[in-house]
């Protein structure tokens, strides 16, 4: 099958242009166009094609006049629950959610059950992924106080890094212990993705507002109890630990502007791996980015994540961040739980939301306030993790790339309802809210997976996605 996108505006490599793009089986084969502004659209000509497509046959043409051509996004932090947590969410469901919203890849994070640090747990998701996913997929290998004698076995063509929490988490993942993480930033073979809070704090703070409110506080001091000192503290000690060791650090939803002011100033555009002086890169999530301590108020337990949701002004610091190279890539930490165990307040009620359906329509909200451009957005949710974590040959519209592209329409108004929702869990803190932007097409290696709301395969056995590889 040949497919030729035609007619879009193309954004890619710092560049929008209108032009067309033809794929032949899973791969790209051709990009074509002139450079204009973003917004600047034509209509289809024969000018836009390629003379290699005359003689194509059979032919699949795809009309994306007044939309947006997009690399298909590299959601490189998410909770799919699978194995062992599947009443909240498994591997087919949040795909499918993923497809739904744009996205081609996602980097699944280990706190599962099992979790997924031995390679048995490993191989056994790989395995219900290569039967399950409808897009691309990858796992990361968790990090424990005593598995750093399994790195070196790690295959580092399969998986993007080692996920450390070095802050309260589920199950015994916590690592906070000065030798064990010694070991984790001197061994490491791969990137280290980072969730840094510090649980001393953390925990001196629960005390304090429980003899204030009792078992259960109210959602609202969640920010205080998680506080910008817990998470300053842990993240200085991350990247004095990267430093120390040269360890490649990726720092997981920096929350706060003191984070910020940590991390160097870097150019947009990253180098393969994230090499070349680039040692220490960071994440914000769209939950950050979207919410703030205000929206406490209307949305509760609803966008109680770890860590917690911050101030207006953190919030406004993330977003001066997207853009002055202190962050480096936008993911979604999206953590499904069912409603009722959203209940309670800070210390009953599960910390994380659903998210992934909806995060590109919500950052392209962002592109219409100005706060960045669709360009810069494309390397933050495509090209960046594709450069930090090495994938091989997707992120980028090139020739002989994976043909994971997502084609969106602006200026094409709706509002997220709960029949329209994937995941598993059947709702989101999106709900209500209004877009203007629309995802009308994903394709994952060259196949149609989403088209009008509607998710494509032939069959229910059938899944487009394939396991990432890299380096």
Same mark, same amino acid.
Request: net charge negative; charged share 25%.
């Given at each position: 099958?040949?497919?030729?996108?035609?007619?879009?505006?193309?954004?890619?490599?710092?560049?929008?242009?209108?032009?067309?793009?033809?794929?032949?089986?899973?791969?790209?084969?051709?990009?074509?166009?002139?450079?204009?502004?973003?917004?600047?659209? =034509?209509?289809?000509?024969?000018?836009?094609?390629?003379?290699?497509?005359?003689?194509?046959?059979?032919?699949?043409?795809?009309?994306?006049?007044?939309?947006?051509?997009?690399?298909?996004?590299?959601?490189?932090?998410?909770?799919?629950?699978?194995?062992?947590?599947?009443?909240?969410?498994?591997?087919?469901?949040?795909?499918?959610?993923? !497809?739904?919203?744009?996205?081609?890849?996602?980097?699944?994070?280990?706190?599962?059950?099992?979790?997924?640090?031995?390679?048995?747990?490993?191989?056994?998701?790989?395995?219900?992924?290569?039967?399950?996913?409808?897009?691309?997929?990858?796992?990361?290998?968790?990090?424990?106080?005593?598995?750093?004698?399994?790195?070196?076995?790690?295959?580092?063509?399969?998986?993007?890094?080692?996920?450390?929490?070095?802050?309260?988490?589920?199950?015994?993942? #916590?690592?906070?212990?000065?030798?064990?993480?010694?070991?984790?930033?001197?061994?490491?073979?791969?990137?280290?993705?980072?969730?840094?809070?510090?649980?001393?704090?953390?925990?001196?703070?629960?005390?304090?507002?429980?003899?204030?409110?009792?078992?259960?506080?109210?959602?609202?001091?969640?920010?205080?109890?998680?506080?910008?000192?817990?998470?300053?503290?842990?993240?200085?000690?991350?990247?004095? $630990?990267?430093?120390?060791?040269?360890?490649?650090?990726?720092?997981?939803?920096?929350?706060?502007?003191?984070?910020?002011?940590?991390?160097?100033? @870097?150019?947009?555009? #990253?180098?393969?791996?994230?090499?070349?002086?680039?040692?220490?890169?960071?994440?914000?999530?769209?939950?950050?980015?979207?919410?703030?301590?205000?929206?406490?108020?209307?949305?509760? =337990?609803?966008?109680?994540?770890?860590?917690?949701?911050?101030?207006?002004?953190?919030?406004?610091?993330?977003?001066?961040?997207?853009?002055?190279?202190?962050?480096?890539?936008?993911?979604?930490?999206?953590?499904?739980?069912?409603?009722?165990?959203?209940?309670?307040?800070?210390?009953?009620?599960?910390?994380?939301?659903?998210?992934?359906?909806?995060?590109?329509?919500?950052?392209?909200? $962002?592109?219409?306030?100005?706060? @960045?451009?669709?360009?810069?957005?494309?390397?933050?949710?495509?090209?960046?993790? !594709?450069?930090?974590?090495?994938?091989?040959?997707?992120?980028?519209?090139?020739?002989?790339?994976?043909?994971?592209?997502?084609?969106?329409?602006?200026? !094409?108004?709706? =509002?997220?309802?709960?029949?329209?929702?994937?995941?598993?869990?059947?709702?989101?803190?999106?709900?209500?809210?209004?877009?203007?932007?629309?995802?009308?097409?994903?394709?994952?290696?060259?196949?149609?997976?989403?088209?009008?709301?509607?998710?494509?395969?032939?069959?229910?056995?059938?899944?487009?996605?394939?396991?990432?590889?890299?380096?």
């Amino acid at each position: 099958m040949k497919t030729i996108i035609q007619g879009g505006t193309i954004v890619n490599e710092g560049k929008a242009f209108v032009g067309s793009i033809v794929i032949e089986g899973e791969r790209l084969l051709e990009v074509r166009g002139e450079r204009c502004e973003v917004g600047e659209m =034509t209509e289809p000509t024969e000018g836009n094609l390629s003379p290699l497509t005359s003689h194509l046959s059979p032919l699949r043409i795809i009309d994306a006049t007044g939309c947006y051509v997009l690399p298909g996004v590299i959601d490189s932090h998410v909770h799919f629950r699978e194995p062992g947590l599947t009443e909240k969410a498994d591997i087919e469901s949040e795909s499918r959610a993923a !497809a739904a919203g744009g996205v081609t890849t996602f980097f699944d994070m280990p706190n599962t059950n099992p979790q997924t640090t031995t390679l048995e747990a490993l191989e056994q998701k790989f395995e219900l992924a290569s039967r399950k996913s409808h897009v691309n997929y990858s796992f990361f290998f968790g990090a424990t106080n005593d598995n750093t004698a399994l790195f070196p076995q790690l295959d580092i063509h399969r998986i993007p890094g080692i996920k450390l929490f070095m802050g309260s988490s589920t199950g015994n993942m #916590l690592v906070d212990r000065d030798e064990a993480l010694q070991r984790i930033f001197g061994e490491t073979p791969l990137p280290l993705m980072a969730h840094c809070e510090d649980t001393a704090i953390i925990n001196q703070n629960m005390l304090s507002f429980k003899e204030r409110f009792g078992d259960d506080p109210p959602v609202w001091a969640h920010q205080l109890i998680r506080s910008e000192e817990a998470c300053l503290a842990s993240t200085l000690k991350a990247i004095e $630990l990267a430093v120390r060791y040269q360890a490649r650090l990726h720092v997981a939803h920096v929350s706060t502007r003191e984070e910020l002011e940590l991390l160097p100033q @870097l150019e947009s555009s #990253l180098p393969l791996g994230g090499v070349g002086g680039r040692l220490i890169t960071a994440e914000a999530t769209v939950g950050h980015l979207l919410f703030s301590t205000v929206d406490y108020q209307r949305l509760g =337990t609803r966008i109680k994540v770890n860590p917690a949701i911050k101030s207006a002004i953190d919030q406004e610091a993330l977003r001066q961040g997207l853009t002055d190279g202190r962050i480096s890539t936008i993911g979604t930490d999206h953590a499904p739980h069912l409603l009722s165990q959203k209940e309670g307040g800070c210390a009953r009620a599960a910390s994380g939301m659903p998210s992934i359906q909806f995060a590109l329509p919500a950052m392209l909200s $962002l592109v219409d306030e100005g706060v @960045l451009t669709i360009e810069r957005l494309v390397e933050l949710m495509a090209h960046n993790p !594709a450069r930090i974590f090495e994938v091989r040959n997707r992120g980028f519209l090139r020739p002989g790339y994976q043909a994971d592209i997502t084609i969106v329409r602006p200026h !094409a108004p709706w =509002t997220v309802s709960q029949d329209m929702i994937e995941s598993k869990c059947k709702w989101s803190p999106f709900e209500g809210q209004q877009f203007q932007w629309r995802v009308e097409k994903t394709l994952c290696n060259g196949h149609l997976v989403y088209e009008n709301e509607t998710l494509r395969h032939k069959n229910e056995d059938e899944k487009f996605g394939q396991a990432v590889t890299f380096r």
